[in-house]
Each structure stands twice: as structure tokens, then as C-alpha cells.
């Protein structure tokens, strides 16, 4: 990996590993979530996606999944979630992003998953950025969110998918190579 366009690294105060508790913490920094979870959880094949990337998915990213579907936030970040029986659709989404690999956007960054170390998506911006994960060898539980600026820059959270999102609507977040994001909820 080439560092020359990588910002750094930030880290949450403390990493929340509990999925209720990161939940309970996106609800609270962005209180018009709540309108939009599912009235029960998804009951989402998580075999489908994980039997067909070969690894298991954070909790905490399963969780949000589970109580809501895809959502953007202030109309810029999309959250990119499984559908009930469409999860195929996300698995192919996951896997199958080689365009962007393949680009001059992506040229500092790790090979994407299944790469040791590789990069799995999880959500992308309306502007072209991304939002990933870094499937380091200690378990999903201990993957770091990694941020693909368009414009070239990258950088890496400590923490969640969940977490960032809060962190990142509440200004907990240095928003490095992003613009600031409002703790707004639309439709994906």
C-alpha cells in the first residue's frame, strides 16, 4: 500500500462492541432514524452473504441491518444494506465492485477482500467516496472502518460502522477529506 495520499488515523474514545449500545448511539445522534426502523427485525439470510464472501460480518453492522433498511444521511452517504430476500443483490454489490479497484481512485489503497487485510465495502457517498471495512485478521468484531476520499485521500476509524455513523453526524468525527454530514436521514 502506497502511503503518500493516506491523512491518518482517528480513534473513538472508547470502541463500543455492543451493537444495542452503537445502535442506541446512531438513534441519538440522529434522532429522525428512528422513523425509519422496521417495525421488527429483517430476518435477513446472513448465510447468503456470508457463505458468499467467505467471512462473517460485524454484529454491529448486522444489527443496523436487521432494524433498518438502506438509508442516506443529509443526502450524501449512502448506507448500504441487505433487502429481506434480496440479499444476493448485496452479496454481488460487495463482491463484485472491481470497477472502482481497477481505477485510479483506489490506487493507494489494500486489494479489496478477500485479500489478507482487503477491503469490503459497506456504503459509498453521493459524491464517489467510500466507505469500507478492513477485514483485519482479529475478527469482524475488531474491523476498522477505512475511508476512500474521490479526492484521493484516505484515512482509517478505530471503531464500528455504526459508531462512525454517530461519530460522524454528531461532529464527534473530524470529517478528514468529507464534508460535514447532518444528522438527516432520507431514503436511499
Given at each position: 500500500?502506497?502511503?503518500?495520499?493516506?491523512?491518518?488515523?482517528?480513534?473513538?474514545?472508547?470502541?463500543?462492541?455492543?451493537?444495542?449500545?452503537?445502535?442506541?448511539?446512531?438513534?441519538?445522534?440522529?434522532?429522525?432514524?428512528?422513523?425509519?426502523?422496521?417495525?421488527?427485525?429483517?430476518?435477513?439470510?446472513?448465510?447468503?452473504?456470508?457463505?458468499?464472501?467467505?467471512?462473517?460480518?460485524?454484529?454491529?453492522?448486522?444489527?443496523?441491518?436487521?432494524?433498518?433498511?438502506?438509508?442516506?444521511?443529509?443526502?450524501?452517504?449512502?448506507?448500504?444494506?441487505?433487502?429481506?430476500?434480496?440479499?444476493?443483490?448485496?452479496?454481488?454489490?460487495?463482491?463484485?465492485?472491481?470497477?472502482?479497484?481497477?481505477?485510479?481512485?483506489?490506487?493507494?489503497?489494500?486489494?479489496?477482500?478477500?485479500?489478507?487485510?482487503?477491503?469490503?465495502?459497506?456504503?459509498?457517498?453521493?459524491?464517489?467516496?467510500?466507505?469500507?471495512w478492513s477485514s483485519i485478521e482479529h475478527g469482524p468484531q475488531q474491523w476498522r472502518v477505512t475511508v476512500a476520499s474521490r479526492n484521493g485521500g484516505w484515512w482509517h476509524y478505530e471503531g464500528g460502522v455504526v459508531q462512525f455513523l454517530a461519530e460522524l453526524c454528531d461532529g464527534t468525527l473530524e470529517p478528514w477529506a468529507l464534508p460535514p454530514v447532518s444528522p438527516e436521514v432520507?431514503?436511499?
Open positions: 500500500m502506497i502511503d503518500d495520499d493516506f491523512i491518518g488515523t482517528q480513534a473513538p474514545v472508547r470502541r463500543i462492541l455492543d451493537p444495542d449500545e452503537a445502535i442506541a448511539t446512531l438513534e441519538g445522534a440522529v434522532p429522525g432514524l428512528v422513523d425509519h426502523r422496521r417495525p421488527e427485525p429483517a430476518g435477513l439470510d446472513w448465510t447468503v452473504i456470508e457463505g458468499g464472501l467467505g467471512v462473517i460480518l460485524p454484529a454491529d453492522f448486522k444489527s443496523l441491518a436487521e432494524r433498518y433498511p438502506a438509508f442516506a444521511l443529509d443526502d450524501f452517504l449512502l448506507v448500504s444494506l441487505p433487502d429481506p430476500g434480496r440479499e444476493i443483490y448485496r452479496l454481488r454489490a460487495m463482491r463484485d465492485d472491481r470497477d472502482w479497484w481497477d481505477s485510479d481512485d483506489a490506487a493507494d489503497l489494500r486489494l479489496p477482500y478477500p485479500a489478507p487485510g482487503g477491503l469490503l465495502p459497506w456504503g459509498e457517498s453521493a459524491e464517489g467516496d467510500r466507505f469500507l432520507t431514503d436511499s
